[in-house]
Structure formats: C-alpha cells, structure tokens
C-alpha cells in the first residue's frame, strides 16, 4: 500500500501564506493525477485543486486566484501554494494520489490519501 505524506501545515496569520507538499513514501509509486482536499470540524471534505500527470491543473472557485497547485515531477512532489489565507480555511488538509489515472477523477478517491496536516488560520 503507498503511503502519502503531507507536510508544510501549521499556524498562519490571515492573509498569510503556506507551501503544501504532498510525496509517496517508503514505495517507488510516480504521482500521477493528484487531488488536494480539505475537511474542516464538523464539514464534509472538499476537493480544492487538481493536477494531471501533464501538468493541467483545476482549482475550486472559493480559492482561485490564492492557490495553485504544481508538481515536481523529478522529486516526485505535488504542492500546494496557499496565499492570503482567510480563518475559515482552518481544517486538516489531505492529498489523494491516482493509482492510475493521468487525470484526476472522483474515482481516485478510493487510491491513495496522506494522513493530513493541519492548517490554522489565525490572529
């Protein structure tokens, strides 16, 4: 079973900004479509960016245009770059990587997830 490891949460001040990474660990697995989400207490989980095997990239609509999702293909890697962060985007923060799909799709939601990290917002 692939393990995904998350790093780069922890406590920001509105406004701020943090740098989201999301790698395999302990497996040869390449990334190849990977989805980023978010569960706040007491809400359901929701998607927030996408990225395909080539690059392409979605994002939801309540955070586009402070948030972009890339990859480094080289270090196996996908990020997360969140920038003026608002205190309701507290929540615990996931990455859900394709088993075999080069795009992302809600199916891959059964592949693999990262334990999450926590993200705070917060004066």
């Known amino acids: 079973q692939v393990q995904l490891v998350e790093s780069g949460g922890g406590l920001v001040q509105p406004g701020g900004s943090l740098r989201l990474s999301c790698a395999p660990s302990g497996s040869d697995f390449s990334l190849k479509a990977v989805g980023w989400y978010r569960q706040a207490p007491g809400k359901q989980r929701e998607l927030v960016a996408t990225?395909?095997?080539?690059?392409?990239?979605n994002v939801a609509d309540s955070v586009k245009g402070r948030f972009t999702i890339s990859r480094d293909n080289a270090n196996n890697t996908v990020y997360l770059q969140m920038s003026s962060l608002k205190p309701e985007e507290t929540a615990v923060y996931y990455c859900?990587?394709?088993?075999?799909?080069?795009?992302?799709?809600?199916?891959?939601?059964?592949?693999?997830w990262g334990q999450g990290t926590q993200v705070t917002v917060s004066s």
């Open positions: 859900n990587a394709c088993r075999w799909s080069l795009r992302y799709a809600r199916s891959c939601m059964y592949d693999y």
């Open positions: 990225i395909g095997s080539g690059g392409s990239t």
